[in-house]
């Protein structure tokens, strides 16, 4: 899985699939812009945000200039020696990915790993593993994003010494926090809940039941619900209905769930998505919230065909899928997929705890969302970078060009959110100066206005240590990404073995006094037992972390 700078799948107009995925974190032109070297300050809170802008940026008409035409690579600059000019026309130092705050993978995880199993690898994605813990970024004052470039040196333990010329690169968006409750527009709900057979399981309809409760208790009066199930097929139970006054009628419709026979997903959206459009008000956010274990079996079982079937009640109507996982088989994949396209977001419920985490104080940043199409794009300054490598992403790439074309799919991020990436980054010999300039770009929700803001780093402000330097919350992103990609069998430079990766997280945690840390720690002890074929240890307590 060795992907070197500039390793390109796509070209030109994305194809049909590849919209859906579409997304990305904008690196402008090599070495445009750029911040002051990092300074002692920077590197005690372990954030850069961006410099010289008081707000969100109107973007440019024009594409992101070039330093020559980028080609195809094998991901190093063709060089004679460390001293040699190197080659501008040689491979692309872009790279740009939709925006995704998706944490359902690690989650789900948690939770097979607390009942004894590995994981699937298919199931691993090391960017939700990374968005699941706070990473402290300092947060826009107007709506838009914050963005902030940092990072550290790798090497520094006996287990680093072949990436000495490695460093950690941390790019963190984040958007402003989500209002109190009682200022935030009117919510329009509706609730399609799988009842198929398999949810009759633990952990499963009855947790979703429970959910639903708790979520009843804490909607406001003018928010409205309607609530869909399906089996072999879909059945309104309740149509949109206003919460005040109805709160007991909403659970006596949730109480009469029972489970029943297949999982016709399909058959499930595509009423949940009439029932929607039924109860549409102007003015107000309008989502459809998916609870299943994704195991569809019945009618269309392929993702997009399933939301192009409702597209453009989706385009027309702004409505947006949250998908909510259970059960300990789960078609994590599928869920993704299907949220992806639906321009929404996915996580995973393990027990009441998460439950009432998700749906009381995540829910609201998942109804209301501060951007619409958000991309990320990196241009990595090629005098100072020798190779580079995307943590995570590989099913959010978009096309360098597309970055600017807002007809592309791009991702959903709400208020509250945050989102990292980490790249690992190889420096050229005795390099000084810029090395990376990071741009998010998306699209206002009620104007559709496309907006960008950007953020650099320089050599300075990546030359700390990583292990034992003074960016506690970077270290956790770093024992997070490890983790996962060591569960699903990479190689990134510097890797520590579980159980050294376990001792860093148990560490973490006693100075962040951050239990979600802890659960970490716990989940890679877990993990190194089983794979060392001892028992593992642990509470098995499941689901991610929290919004940052």
Request: net charge negative; proline share 5%; aromatic share 6%.
């Amino acid at each position: 899985m060795d992907q070197r700078i500039g390793k390109r799948t796509t070209r030109g107009r994305a194809g049909a699939v590849a919209l859906l995925l579409a997304g990305g974190m904008l690196l402008t032109a090599c070495g445009a812009g750029g911040s002051s070297d990092g300074t002692a300050a920077d590197k005690r809170s372990g954030a850069r945000p961006a410099q010289g802008t008081s707000g969100p940026q109107p973007a440019p008409d024009a594409v992101a200039p070039d330093q020559g035409r980028p080609s195809e690579g094998s991901g190093e600059n063709r060089e004679n020696g460390d001293t040699a000019k190197p080659d501008m026309a040689a491979p692309d130092y872009l790279s740009t990915f939709a925006l995704d705050v998706d944490t359902a993978s690690y989650g789900y995880v948690r939770s097979t790993l607390g009942d004894g199993r590995l994981p699937d690898p298919v199931n691993v994605r090391p960017e939700e593993f990374v968005n699941s813990f706070k990473q402290g970024y300092e947060r826009p004052k107007g709506n838009g994003f914050s963005v902030t470039v940092d990072g550290a040196r790798i090497g520094g333990g006996s287990w680093t010494s072949g990436a000495s010329d490695w460093s950690l690169l941390r790019v963190g968006l984040a958007t402003k926090a989500a209002p109190p409750s009682s200022e935030r527009p009117p919510a329009s709900l509706t609730f399609v809940v799988d009842i198929s057979g398999s949810m009759a399981g633990p952990g499963r309809l009855g947790l979703a039941k429970k959910s639903l409760n708790i979520l009843t208790d804490e909607l406001r009066d003018d928010d409205s619900v309607s609530l869909v199930t399906f089996s072999d097929e879909a059945e309104t139970r309740l149509p949109m209905t206003r919460v005040k006054g109805n709160r007991n009628k909403i659970r006596d419709a949730v109480a009469e769930m029972e489970a029943a026979q297949s999982t016709n997903v399909e058959a499930g959206i595509r009423r949940g998505y009439e029932e929607s459009v039924k109860g549409h008000r102007k003015g107000v956010n309008n989502r459809v919230v998916l609870l299943s274990d994704a195991l569809a079996n019945t009618g269309d079982t392929n993702a997009d065909g399933i939301l192009e079937k409702i597209d453009s009640a989706r385009r027309e109507y702004g409505i947006t899928l949250f998908g909510v996982g259970v059960g300990s088989d789960y078609g994590d994949a599928f869920m993704e997929r299907l949220t992806n396209r639906g321009d929404g977001h996915t996580t995973y419920v393990g027990d009441e705890e998460q439950a009432r985490k998700v749906f009381v104080d995540q829910l609201p940043a998942h109804i209301e969302l501060r951007a619409r199409d958000a991309k990320a794009q990196v241009a990595f300054d090629r005098r100072t970078v020798k190779q580079f490598r995307l943590i995570g992403y590989e099913n959010r790439k978009v096309a360098d060009e597309d970055f600017r074309d807002d007809s592309v799919d791009g991702g959903e991020v709400g208020p509250g959110h945050t989102v990292t990436a980490l790249y690992a980054v190889r420096l050229r010999e005795g390099a000084s100066g810029p090395v990376a300039k990071a741009t998010v770009r998306w699209l206002d929700p009620k104007t559709r206005k496309a907006y960008e803001e950007s953020g650099s780093a320089r050599t300075a402000t990546i030359d700390g240590k990583l292990w034992g330097g003074e960016s506690q919350r970077l270290q956790v992103a770093a024992v997070a990404a490890y983790f996962a990609d060591t569960l699903r069998g990479g190689d990134l430079p510097g890797t520590p073995a579980l159980g050294e990766l376990a001792s860093r997280a148990t560490k973490l945690a006693d100075e962040t006094e951050d239990g979600s840390v802890r659960k970490l720690a716990t989940a890679i002890g877990q993990a190194e037992a089983l794979r060392n074929g001892t028992e593992p240890e642990g509470s098995g307590d499941t689901g991610e972390g929290e919004i940052g």
